[in-house]
């Protein structure tokens, strides 16, 4: 997730279109947040880890 954010926030800034880069930035701190947690040990999507 926080790939794909960056992907459309660098698209949305060279291609000049402000809803891509909106959708990056909420994705890249969707993905940070989800990360986080799942570092500290909190079940994401219900899971502790994916394996």
Known sequence: MI???LILLLL??????????TIGIILLIVGA???IAGSVGRPV???RHYW
């Open 3 to 5: 790939v794909l954010g």
């Open 12 to 21: 949305g800034y060279f291609l000049h279109i402000s809803l891509l880069w």
């Open 33 to 35: 947040v989800l990360w």
């Open 45 to 47: 999507g219900g899971r």
